[in-house]
């Protein structure tokens, strides 16, 4: 048997070689498969759901447009599919009452001397549905379109905004870029909004106080990370650490590159949520390597109401682009970005930067359907225009652009803006609709949540009032007290089914990482071969996609779900025949933190365009709380160019690339296995126990088995330590057919640390 071990310095400009003959076997192979196992049908917790309150933001004005601000309670009557409900709340917001509070809160904050029975007062009269943030997403504008979008927004920002009214800026291209994080400075915002109007902004980076946010956030976690290992750390030094990991804002603030960028000192308690919010979306917009990189429009657009989700107050999005294009065969997408904002109380307000257009906005669809008609009539004598028929049928329903930003505003409570150059009176509307409105709410007395599409009609007795608020959501139910989407419905009934469905090939797997205290940060991974799922073609674009869906859930030993990755991905491919696309894949990476214990973990991928849907279970034990720790061990599939500056909060990124794992389960003989895996040494102090010790110490040896017996043994040189502690490696080897199990060693001191991969090769 023959057999050849390469260890990588990931960081260094050298490898070392070592071929290695195959050794009589002296100890006997530990079980160096992943901690993951699969369970059996009857371990296996039934998943239930609850039902939820409906929560509307009411705006209503009189026949000269003016707002109304007296209307009470027994003038409302909600209904809900033609059928009464019953008002459990219902109050409204005034935005004179509220600048006045607000301001006298910040002259309370502002002033030591300040009476504390008024600014108890004024904190009470503060609540979180007070608290208004503003998203503004500039998207597909013409250059020519620009300096009108440019203005739309600069005279929404003369408004008198309120002291507790937040805006951020964002530019949607290939995917959604943050400009300029949550903010109440003026000053900032017109810079940022200046910036992307005028197409300066041309990094593709996720925008700077994303970036330095991370980058502080990454740095207070690591530090307390080292803090709490560290065994010469006290009681009060430990509880301090901890404060700052679950409260990092105060920690970012202080970061001096957070000092040296003038947009992002506004940190307030108020504004903290918000700006951790788009930290982490910042950080989660690197999740998914796939053909595409990137999302669409709507993609975008769902991500950016996810991040909104458990943010309190009035949340708006206003859109500007120069109208918007609506996915062909996928009315189901525009719903479910519909219901899902509808539900996380979220509101489209969109703006066609075209302005005051001459051309007929109906024209593309009358086209489309005149087209229709011609290939129906060719279709006897050429049954391939049917294909074309459907097309162009298709087509016309989307075409309208300008109807697509008026129904996803209509829909979801706002308003749009269209085919005019007079921008004053719209944004100052918009302003009060954001400061004064009426919050009502009701429990649905139909407790049928089976998917359907329920309609919520407000009406008001008083003569000659228009209502503007929400026209509906899906029926779903809830989970651990969030809504579900559809296709979570399809992932949840397919975990439920016994047997456990197996439709099409797909891999998951919990990546372990770096340990902390009192929790383990994982990466659920899923990779999903292209050539399994179903492939749409458009005959007349030449283009093609698939669709797809995937939902882990993760129980602990109770079986309460304590967390949840889903995503719903879109991508477009290659035009080609299903047995063309060889080892093209998509693959999704999400991060989570498990404190100790035992957990099972149920995913469900599926492929939305035949239905069909693969379940997977594993169970995983968390063992936090070490000084020395290994991560998994991941085969990878290759080593990307890294687009920007290598992100800390990424496990998959070194200095030289991005990993992207290959989660397989068996490899082909002739091919060399590449692993990686990340060190964290354990801090000074804690090896020995004295605050002598350093990772000069620290060993790593690597062990392969075959069928049990270890047929090579390797001494590891170290890579260079990153800024945060962690000590990425990539070993290569080659092993000859069977099953083969690598298992790492980590020595530091009389530390010990292991991590196990198992391989078929075939």
Not at 76 to 89: F, H, M, T
Not at 211 to 228: K, P, S, Y
Request: aromatic residues 6%; glycine residues 6%.
């Amino acid at each position: 048997m023959f057999l050849r071990i390469l260890s990588f310095l990931l960081l260094g400009a050298f490898f070392v070689c070592t071929e290695m003959a195959g050794q009589s076997p002296k100890t006997q192979s530990p079980d160096a498969r992943s901690p993951e196992s699969q369970l059996s049908e009857n371990e296996r917790p039934v998943i239930h759901t609850t039902s939820r309150e409906v929560l509307l933001d009411l705006v209503v004005r009189d026949k000269h447009q003016h707002l109304v601000k007296d209307l009470r309670q027994d003038e409302v009557q909600v209904y809900e599919d033609g059928v009464l409900q019953k008002i459990r709340v219902f109050h409204d917001v005034q935005g004179a009452e509220q600048l006045r509070t607000e301001r006298s809160l910040e002259r309370n904050q502002a002033s030591p001397a300040s009476n504390s029975s008024d600014t108890q007062k004024a904190q009470s009269l503060n609540s979180l549905r007070q608290v208004n943030f503003v998203s503004v997403v500039f998207a597909q504008v013409a250059p020519l379109d620009l300096e009108f979008a440019r203005e739309s927004v600069l005279e929404f920002l003369k408004n008198e905004t309120l002291p507790n009214t937040y805006v951020t800026v964002y530019k949607l291209r290939h995917h959604l870029q943050i400009v300029q994080a949550y903010t109440s400075d003026k000053d900032s915002l017109v810079k940022a909004v200046n910036t992307s109007a005028k197409g300066l902004y041309s990094n593709d980076d996720l925008g700077v106080t994303a970036e330095v946010g991370g980058g502080a956030n990454a740095a207070i976690q690591g530090a307390v990370a080292n803090i709490l290992a560290s065994p010469l750390s006290g009681p009060a030094t430990i509880a301090s650490a901890q404060n700052a990991a679950l409260n990092p804002l105060l920690g970012i603030a202080m970061d001096p590159l957070w000092a040296r960028d003038a947009a992002s000192q506004d940190a307030s308690v108020t504004l903290g949520n918000a700006l951790l919010t788009q930290i982490h979306m910042a950080s989660g917009l690197r999740f998914v390597d796939s053909l595409v990189n990137g999302m669409d429009a709507l993609d975008s657009l769902r991500e950016l109401v996810r991040s909104q989700e458990k943010l309190p107050g009035r949340k708006v999005i206003l859109y500007l682009a120069d109208g918007l294009t609506f996915p062909v065969n996928r009315r189901d997408a525009v719903d479910n970005l519909i219901s899902y904002a509808n539900r996380t109380g979220v509101s489209f307000y969109t703006i066609d930067t075209r302005g005051l257009n001459v051309e007929d906005p109906l024209l593309k669809s009358l086209s489309s359907m005149e087209r229709a008609g011609a290939e129906s009539v060719a279709t006897r004598a050429d049954p391939g225009n049917g294909h074309f028929e459907d097309d162009d049928v298709q087509l016309t329903t989307v075409s309208v652009t300008t109807e697509n930003m008026r129904e996803l505003a209509e829909s979801t409570g706002g308003f749009s803006v269209t085919n005019t150059n007079e921008i004053a009176a719209p944004m100052q509307r918009m302003m009060e609709d954001i400061r004064t409105h009426y919050e009502l709410a009701y429990t649905p007395t139909s407790t049928n949540y089976d998917g359907h599409f329920r309609k919520i009609e407000v009406k008001v007795s008083r003569p000659k009032v228009s209502v503007q608020t929400r026209k509906g959501y899906f029926a779903l139910p809830e989970l651990n007290g969030a809504p579900l989407q559809p296709f979570e419905v399809t992932a949840l009934n397919a975990i439920n089914a016994r047997p456990a469905p197996v439709g099409f090939p797909n891999q998951m797997s919990m990546m372990k990482f770096r340990p902390k205290r009192d929790a383990v940060e994982y990466e659920v991974a899923f990779e999903i071969p292209l050539s399994g799922l179903r492939v749409v073609s458009n005959p007349k674009t030449g283009r093609a996609h698939v669709q797809t869906s995937l939902v882990a859930l993760i129980h602990n030993s109770s079986g309460e779900i304590v967390g949840k990755v889903s995503r719903d991905l879109v991508r477009d491919v290659p035009n080609a025949d299903q047995g063309q696309l060889g080892n093209d894949r998509i693959l999704y990476a999400e991060t989570v933190e498990l404190p100790k214990g035992h957990y099972v973990v149920d995913s469900a991928v599926t492929d939305e365009l035949t239905g069909k849907t693969t379940v997977k279970r594993v169970a995983v034990f968390v063992d936090p709380g070490k000084n020395l720790g290994v991560s998994s061990l991941q085969m990878v599939r290759r080593l990307d160019p890294l687009a920007g500056p290598r992100d800390p909060l990424d496990p998959l990124e070194v200095d030289n690339g991005r990993i992207v794992p290959n989660l397989a389960d068996s490899v082909a003989s002739s091919n060399p296995v590449d692993l990686y895996f990340v060190v964290y040494p354990a801090q000074a102090g804690a090896a020995t126990g004295t605050a002598s010790s350093t990772t000069d110490d620290l060993k790593a040896t690597l062990q392969v088995f075959r069928e049990g017996r270890e047929v090579a043994r390797k001494p590891l040189d170290m890579s260079k330590q990153q800024a945060d502690g962690s000590i990425p490696m990539l070993v290569r080897v080659s092993p000859d057919p069977g099953q083969c199990d690598v298992l790492i060693t980590a020595q530091q001191g009389a530390l010990v640390a292991q991590s196990g991969f198992s391989v078929k090769v075939e």
